[in-house]
């Protein structure tokens, strides 16, 4: 996907960018493989496919949740800013929070807000499940979004606790999200969420599958989950 094919589908979803927002994205694809070459970030970072895989994906939050209206989102294990990063350049006037487990991609994600100019955007270093815990974080998220992060039994669990009641949480997802949704039901349920809707639709170009799962917080999560670090993954609520 090349800069005008990326301007033309955003397009065609009623995006339309504006030289700034166009200039942004160079700059973090730029700096995106400027640091890559120091730390992992990503295995992508041929331009078409930074474009396609990562800025266009991400942003496709919001053809099917409303994002033009202010609100504060928690992306847990954005890594190298996705799908916030996009999705702020695009809605300059949400408030975005990151926790990642890693330092160095909290620091990589400091100077890439610096370079864009970004408002509005904190990183916090911290794993999911004891930030999932924190009075200051804890159920205070209008909306939540982990992309690709974990299978859903276990990331409902990093992320459901940080969503306000009434809040929602948006998990995006590769192929096979309806499989990973029937072994995550349980898990989504006991920690206070509703599925919603759930979106399937292709890349384009290369036409392979996305889904984007909208999970809405109907009650409190009880106060054992999240659980401690690790424990998650290893057993999940299945």
Not at 52 to 57: G, M, P, T, V
Not at 61 to 84: I, N
Not at 204 to 231: A, H, V
Request: net charge neutral; glycine share 6%; with cysteine.
């Amino acid at each position: 996907m090349d800069i005008e094919q990326f301007k033309a589908s955003l397009e065609e979803k009623g995006i339309t960018l504006t030289d700034r927002q166009l200039d942004q994205f160079q700059i973090y694809f730029e700096t995106l493989v400027e640091w890559n070459e120091k730390m992992n970030l990503t295995a992508i970072t041929e331009k078409h496919e930074v474009y396609l895989k990562h800025f266009y994906d991400s942003i496709a939050a919001s053809f099917y949740f409303d994002f033009t209206k202010p609100f504060h989102l928690c992306d847990v294990g954005a890594g190298a800013g996705f799908p916030s990063i996009p999705l702020k350049i695009v809605y300059p006037h949400i408030e975005v929070t990151i926790v990642d487990s890693l330092n160095k991609r909290i620091s990589f994600l400091n100077h890439l807000a610096t370079v864009l100019k970004l408002d509005n955007v904190h990183f916090v270093h911290d794993r999911a499940e004891t930030f999932g815990v924190n009075p200051s974080y804890r159920e205070a998220f209008d909306v939540v979004t982990a992309r690709a992060v974990a299978r859903m039994s276990v990331l409902s669990e990093l992320c459901l606790p940080l969503v306000k009641v009434g809040g929602t949480f948006i998990a995006m997802k590769a192929a096979h999200a309806q499989d990973e949704l029937g072994t995550g039901q349980k898990a989504i349920t006991t920690l206070g969420g509703k599925v919603e809707k759930v979106f399937t639709f292709t890349l384009p170009l290369e036409e392979s599958e996305r889904n984007i799962l909208i999970i809405k917080k109907e009650k409190q999560t009880p106060k054992k989950y999240p659980r401690k670090p690790g424990t998650p993954g290893k057993s999940p609520i299945e």
